[in-house]
C-alpha cells in the first residue's frame, strides 16, 4: 500500500516566521489532504488538493502529483499554528487515506 | 449544524470490561473510520464503513467491534478492555467517493485501569 512520509517531525519557529511541510508519497494518489491537529487535540481538515495549489489566508498548499509530493506553506506564523500537521492520501479508488506521523510545530512568542 | 460528534468524550474502565464509543454524524455522509491515536503511532485505522450494513477491517482492528446499522451512527465496542487500548480515538466521515474531505469527530480519550 502506499506510504506516507512527512517532514520535518519537528519544527520549532518565532511568531512571525514562515516554515514549509514536505510530505512523500510512495505511489501516485488522487485524494491528498492536509491537516492540523491543534494543541486541544482536534483535527481540523486544511487543504483537499491532489495536485495544484490553493490558498487559504495564510496557508497555501501545493501538490505535484507527478513527483509524489505535497506542500504545505505557512506564512507570518501565529502562536495558534502550533500544534501537528498531517497529509494523508489515497489511491485511485481507495476507500480509505493512509496518514503520514505528522509534523509538530511549535510557534514561540 | 453539529457535524460529527463523539461520546463520551472522556471514559475511565477497567481492564476486562466492555466498554462503548458512539460516533454520530449529521450529515448523511457514506464513509465512517474509527482510529486510535498514540504517542509515536500517529493515527491508525481500526474499522472503516463504506455504508450502512457495510463495515471492514483497518490496520489495527483486535479487540474492537463495530457495527452500523444506521446511516449517522458507526459505534466501536470493545469487547473486553486492555491497557493497550488506552488511547485517544477519533471517528470520521466523508461521503461516497475517493476524492472527498474527510471530516474528524472532536475525539474520545479512553484510559483502562
Known amino acids: 500500500g502506499i506510504q506516507v512520509e512527512q517532514s520535518p517531525p519537528d519544527l520549532i519557529l518565532q511568531e512571525g516566521a514562515n516554515s514549509t511541510l514536505r510530505c512523500n508519497f510512495s505511489d501516485s494518489v488522487n485524494n491528498l489532504q492536509w491537516f492540523h491537529q491543534n494543541p486541544w487535540g482536534q483535527l481540523i481538515n486544511l487543504f483537499y488538493i491532489p495536485s495544484g495549489t490553493k490558498q487559504n489566508g495564510r496557508l497555501s498548499a501545493t501538490t505535484v502529483a507527478t513527483e509524489r509530493y505535497s506542500l504545505l506553506y505557512i506564512s507570518s506564523s501565529q502562536t495558534t499554528d502550533s500544534g501537528v500537521y498531517f497529509c494523508?492520501?489515497?489511491?485511485?479508488?481507495?476507500?480509505?487515506?493512509?496518514f503520514g506521523q505528522g509534523t509538530r510545530l511549535t510557534i514561540n512568542p | 449544524d453539529a457535524g460529527i460528534t463523539q461520546s463520551p468524550r472522556y471514559k475511565i474502565t477497567e481492564t476486562g470490561r466492555q466498554v462503548t464509543l458512539m460516533c454520530h454524524q449529521t450529515?448523511?455522509?457514506?464513509?465512517m473510520f474509527w482510529y486510535r491515536q498514540d504517542l509515536g503511532h500517529g493515527l491508525r485505522l481500526i474499522y472503516y464503513?463504506?455504508?450502512?450494513?457495510?463495515?471492514d477491517k483497518g490496520e489495527v482492528p483486535d479487540g474492537y467491534v463495530v457495527s452500523r446499522s444506521k446511516t449517522e451512527n458507526f459505534p466501536l465496542t470493545l469487547e473486553s478492555a486492555t491497557r493497550s487500548q488506552t488511547s485517544v480515538y477519533f471517528c470520521?466521515?466523508?461521503?461516497?467517493?475517493?476524492?472527498?474531505?474527510?471530516?474528524f469527530g472532536p475525539g474520545t480519550r479512553l484510559l483502562v485501569l
Open positions: 450529515w448523511s455522509h457514506s464513509y
Open positions: 470520521a466521515s466523508r461521503r461516497t467517493g475517493s476524492q472527498e474531505t474527510q471530516y
Open positions: 464503513s463504506a455504508a450502512a450494513d457495510i463495515t
Open positions: 494523508a492520501g489515497g489511491g485511485q479508488g481507495a476507500q480509505k487515506l493512509v
